[in-house]
């Protein structure tokens, strides 16, 4: 445990940081709607943003502690893989907070996702991982940071998404009173998952002339990248049908957090139970 004393702390406060936001952005936009309580809403959104940034921040000083204690990066074990993804999620997330203020109502959505991952990561074992030499690899750390951006943009389309479902519960339709409607709502979710399917294609791009580079061959069709393949899949096909038919906004946005679940399993499943030579906890 002394080892991981100067890491854990780190760690557990920027955990709190993120659960503080949650419960602020919950009761900011709870108190907000038609009763004339938009400073408050605002007063709540800035308190938000100032604990993402601090989440953020914190977990990042979490890595660096981590890095300089087991001599990598932390991409190996799923405490690591869930650790900086909390850093990453979090810091895509905090900018697209701060850059669209319109739609903060949706972190009600987003930030619990991040609660997930991080009680998730609560549960492991936080032991020093092992290295491997096909790591050691340029385009393994382009694989890595363009695979971050894909699943931060889909998340930002998940919240979204999850605002469009909401809404057509009377009890809660107030919280989300001002933000746009569900058209424009629904037009930027989309657009966030069209950037996804951008950065998904170079990420699978990256990973094959990573394969070949470590191992020999682009691509094996083993179980992690059959599965990263089918996402794309999804992906691309959630967008024709999307631009190609009138689709209603629950179902639009029912689309959208299909395609990030599918996406889900496969970040943090797949490299786990995949008998893939880049599988976790090589």
């Known amino acids: ?23 602020t952005s919950i009761g900011g ?28 921040l914190l977990l990042g000083v979490a890595i660096a502690q981590r890095w300089i204690r087991i001599g990598h990066g932390p991409w190996i074990s799923l405490f690591e893989l869930l650790m900086s993804q909390l850093w990453s999620l979090g810091l895509v997330y905090t900018i697209s907070y ?30 020093a991982s092992h290295f491997p030499a096909t790591y050691y690899n340029e385009w393994k750390w382009i694989h890595v940071a363009l695979g971050k951006i894909y699943l931060a943009l889909l998340l930002i389309g998940v919240g979204l998404s999850g605002v469009m479902i909401l809404r057509r519960a009377e009890r809660v339709r107030s919280w989300f009173s001002a933000m746009p ?14 950037l996804a399917l951008v950065f998904d294609s170079l990420m699978l791009i990256a990973g094959a002339v990573w394969a070949q580079d470590a191992w020999g061959r682009y691509w094996q069709w083993d179980a992690l990248e059959t599965s990263a393949f089918g996402t794309w899949l999804a992906l691309g096909v959630g967008i024709h049908l ?18 990030f679940a599918l996406a889900f399993a496969t970040y943090f499943g797949m490299p786990y139970v995949s008998p893939a030579a880049h599988k976790g906890m090589v």
Do not use: C
């Not at 445990?1 to 419960?23: C, I």
């Not at 400073?39 to 959104?45: D, V, W």
């Not at 999307?242 to 395609?259: D, E, K, Q």
């Open 1 to 23: 445990m002394n080892e991981l004393a100067a890491e854990l702390p780190w760690l557990w406060a920027g955990l709190a940081a993120y659960a503080l936001a949650t419960f």
């Open 98 to 127: 701060w850059k669209l203020p319109r739609f903060r109502p949706s972190a009600v959505v987003v930030l619990p996702v991040l609660w997930v991952l991080g009680t998730w990561l609560l549960t492991l074992e936080p032991k």
């Open 242 to 259: 999307r631009l190609t038919y009138r689709i209603p906004a629950w179902l639009s946005g029912v689309m959208i957090i299909s395609i």
């Open 181 to 194: 409607s569900d058209d424009v709502i629904d037009r930027l979710a989309w657009r966030m998952m069209m």
């Open 29 to 56: 936009v709870a108190i907000q709607g038609p009763g004339g309580t938009l400073i408050h809403a605002q007063r709540s959104e800035r308190i938000v943003l100032a604990l993402l940034i601090a989440g953020v």
